[in-house]
């Protein structure tokens, strides 16, 4: 199918308006495919002219325009073109549709706990064709009446409140004016939890199977659900404006959640069947807030066109920070953010595919899918922190509020929000724009502290003049022994303050973590670190020097063997869960499997592994600190007695046993060392025939390691068209989890001869991820390297989310080979 243009969506935009669209689907058609009937009126400003209408329909049944037949032959790779256009119109047509397997479309999933079956659409970025016929793109918005055939039994909810008005037979509200890709239907047996918020009606829905932890964690979600809306309210003093608010937890969801209006769309890992770690629940009341932020941004106004998702993303991502720290529990919520989403943003910088925050080209729409990514969050987010500290939040607040009012159900861009932010402020915020919104690249922040000079020095590749707002602390034992606010324009700013400061072990630039940078500890900070980094009484500051420790690993100039001595030193004795959860996954991930030589790895892991041993046995039992040792205690540990015990369900930490999801970190590891076979995998998923179990049991098999389970998995991955997102993701993700390279490294070249072709039957986002994870990225080699780049040189066919993770992995790659060759020389 052809990918949307830019001049295209303009040119569609300049003619026409859509005025209203009503969509009859009938899901009771079985399992495969399903009926869709679309009646679209709208407007043209030049009558005689001719658009063009997308449809991407297993069966194209009847299409009318205006009551005149076209033939279904007149339907070319997802495009009708419309012509002899009148002052006003109306397009009719009726389709059979197809269920997708890879959360694009209308997915249809099976729940094999009870072979119910669950359908929603997730219609973004481009995927309504698959839906029901419409002019597919971000400005032409419009009203939506939907009404649904279900199975009888089955709950229908979507954008509007819905009412089944006979059996089987639902009808949902008439909507404000939608974009197309934020339309949404859920249906299927839901299992639900009801309340009200404001004069707002709330549900929680999730799978049946689900409903016992669904109606345990209900009051929590339900707790921020109400704490953002009215924090929302206060803050932009316009009031939700989409009718009912359902919060669906659904199946084999490829993205965290999904804004739609009225509908948010969440994967059902946040419904948590076993014990939940703080940092677990954080991340899901983070989640909540985000996607309700995108009821104003996002959804209420829209981007005219995707090259200002930041519009969306950036927005969502900050306040959905923000509102945890000041509405909700999660007073930790910035701590978090450096940990979980700026260290994913920094290494987005590091990646070749980096771009500016806004006004990247999006020339299309597949080309707009790949800037979803660490940078339109994170880095946009952590921008929008720099434009307050550079304004001031009355002003911002004050802008932000007039731009959505001024917008309201229509559509902004990059210009309109300045305008706004410098009416505000009185601010000229050109030159602010240009350094932080319009030029890509990572400034690296230094603090000496002697000559009291904070260095700031932008990368070769992205020259820029980035004004950062920061602060430089500096740590002596338990104390901190100064914080001094700096300013940092051009290369070098003198701060008279910082050289007068008492002196301190360990100095940290951005301890506050207001700005967008790489930190550079000094030489001294960074030997005093193992010993000195638990001491840090700020977790702030401790994630900063994490972070700055695993970006230095990124860039070459720390050795991974100082992070994992840290590691052993000052991870045990770490209280906050995000840092204890981000840190140990970035460690036992990236550290050890790529920047350490296989040699090393094992001896590596053993210190990973004593390090969960030791917080586990400091932690109280079955405190949700206790459970996240443990897990990673399963993960790392090589001592095979603990190892059978846990998976015999035998001398559990307290509040783990019967935990599925645990039994199956420990199952996974004893796969990758072979100690399980395929029969003993299947025994433990009998116990567990769930989706997740199920799910378990292929990354369990995945990662079976001999040539035999290796060729298995490899055909399971690559050629077995059956296989949903989520297995493809669990094979993948199990593949290169054992350390035979011998076996491994054949793969190498299947890889990238193989994995590409995956896209005659999965979606880009689908793929995108699971090529991520099929990546050869364990196989630390210059082979490895050199294939890579003969596959992008070659591009034969690949397409623009597949050749994204490929130029992103191999990037890493590429980290994880400088860093061996500087340091393992170094030590050899
Ligand atoms: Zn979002």
């Not at 007039?402 to 300045?418: P, S």
């Not at 690993?553 to 100082?562: N, S």
Request: hydrophobic content about 45%.
């Amino acid at each position: 199918m052809p990918s949307l243009t830019r001049s295209e969506a303009n040119r569609r935009a300049a003619l026409i308006d859509v005025t209203s669209v009503e969509v009859d689907l009938d899901l009771h058609q079985g399992a495969d495919t399903f009926g869709s009937t679309t009646t679209i009126s709208f407007t043209c400003r030049e009558p005689g002219a001719s658009t063009f209408l997308d449809l991407q329909p297993h069966e194209l049944s009847s299409l009318t325009l205006n009551g005149e037949r076209i033939r279904p032959e007149e339907l070319v790779d997802g495009r009708v073109v419309l012509s002899g256009l009148a002052a006003d119109n109306t397009v009719v047509a009726a389709a059979t549709m197809r269920y997708s397997r890879d959360g694009q479309g209308l997915h249809r999933a099976v729940d094999p706990a009870d072979g119910e079956h669950y359908v929603y659409g997730h219609l973004f970025l481009d995927a309504a064709p698959t839906v029901f016929a419409c002019f597919d793109q971000p400005d032409l918005k419009a009203p939506y009446a939907v009404s649904v055939t279900a199975p009888e039994g089955w709950q229908v909810l979507g954008n509007g409140g819905a009412t089944q008005v006979s059996p089987g037979r639902w009808e949902l509200a008439r909507t404000h004016p939608l974009a197309t890709y934020f339309v949404t239907v859920c249906a299927g047996p839901y299992a639900s939890v009801r309340a009200e918020h404001d004069g707002i009606p709330l549900g929680l829905h999730a799978r049946a199977s689900l409903r016992e932890p669904l109606e345990r964690q209900a009051p929590q979600m339900f707790e921020v659900t109400r704490a953002c809306f009215d924090y929302y309210h206060g803050l932009f003093g316009i009031r939700y404006p989409f009718g009912e608010y359902h919060q669906v937890f659904v199946p084999e969801f490829n993205a965290g959640a999904m804004e739609n209006p009225g509908c948010v769309t969440f994967r059902d890992t946040m419904v948590f069947r076993g014990a939940a770690a703080r940092d677990e629940v954080l991340t899901r009341s983070n989640t909540i807030a985000h996607e309700m932020a995108h009821m104003w941004f996002g959804d209420l106004v829209t981007m005219r066109w995707w090259d200002d998702l930041w519009l969306n993303e950036s927005f969502a991502e900050y306040m959905a920070h923000r509102t945890c720290v000041e509405a909700t529990e999660f007073t930790e919520g910035w701590v978090d953010s450096t940990v979980a989403r700026k260290m994913w943003g920094y290494a987005a910088e590091r990646t070749p595919s980096t771009h500016p925050v806004a006004g990247g080209a999006a020339l299309d729409t597949q080309a707009a899918l790949q800037d979803f990514d660490g940078i339109s969050y994170a880095k946009g987010a952590a921008t929008l922190r720099q434009l307050i500290a550079h304004i001031g939040d009355d002003a911002f607040i004050e802008g932000v509020s007039a731009y959505l009012r001024e917008h309201a159900f229509g559509n902004g861009t990059l210009a309109d929000f300045l305008g706004f932010m410098e009416r505000a402020s009185g601010l000229d915020l050109g030159g602010w724009s240009r350094a932080w919104l319009l030029t890509a690249g990572l400034d690296v922040i230094a603090a000496d502290q002697e000559s009291g000079v904070v260095t700031r020095r932008a990368p070769a590749a992205h020259p820029a003049d980035r004004p950062h707002t920061l602060d430089v602390a500096g740590f002596t034992g338990r104390q901190e022994v100064f914080r001094v606010p700096v300013t940092a324009l051009g290369d070098t700013t003198d701060s008279p303050e910082l050289k007068a400061a008492p002196p301190a072990h360990l100095v940290v630039p951005n301890a506050s973590d207001l700005t967008w940078a790489t930190v550079a500890l000094d030489a001294d900070t960074l030997a005093a670190v193992p010993r000195g980094l638990a001491d840090i009484p700020d977790p702030q500051a401790r994630a900063v020097v994490w972070a700055a420790l695993v970006d230095g690993v990124c860039l070459g100039t720390v050795d991974p063997r100082l992070v994992v001595q840290t590691f052993g030193a000052a991870w045990p004795a770490e209280d906050n869960e995000s840092v204890l959860n981000r840190v140990a996954t970035a460690v036992l991930g990236r550290v050890v499997q790529t920047f350490l030589p296989p040699a090393e790895q094992a001896g590596a892991k053993a210190v990973v592994a004593q390090a969960a041993q030791e917080l586990l046995s400091r932690s109280e039992p079955g405190s949700t600190t206790a459970v996240l040792a443990a897990r990673f205690l399963a993960r790392s540990s090589a001592d095979v007695g603990l190892l059978r015990d846990w998976a015999g369900r035998q001398h559990l930490p307290r509040g783990l046993a019967g935990d599925s999801d645990f039994r199956w970190l420990v199952v996974r590891n004893l796969a990758a060392r072979g100690l399980v076979d395929p029969d003993s995998i299947e025994a433990v998923r009998r116990d567990d025939d769930t989706l997740a179990g199920r799910l378990g049991a292929l990354g369990a098999r995945a990662a079976l390691p001999g040539a035999e389970a290796k060729e298995w998995a490899w055909r399971e991955l690559t050629t077995n068209r059956e296989r949903s997102n989520y297995e493809l993701n669990a094979l993948a993700g199990g593949f290169w989890a054992e350390d035979d390279l011998d076996v491994l490294r054949g793969y190498v070249p299947r890889y990238f001869a193989e994995v590409p072709s995956l896209s005659a039957w999965v979606g880009a986002d689908a793929l995108g991820r699971v090529a991520t994870l099929a990546f050869p990225a364990r196989v630390v080699e210059q082979a490895t390297a050199d294939a890579s780049a003969a596959a992008l040189v070659a591009d034969g066919g690949l397409t623009p989310a597949v050749r994204r993770s490929i130029v992103d992995a191999d990037s890493e790659l590429r980290e994880a080979l400088r860093s061996r060759r500087r340091f393992d020389a170094a030590t050899a």
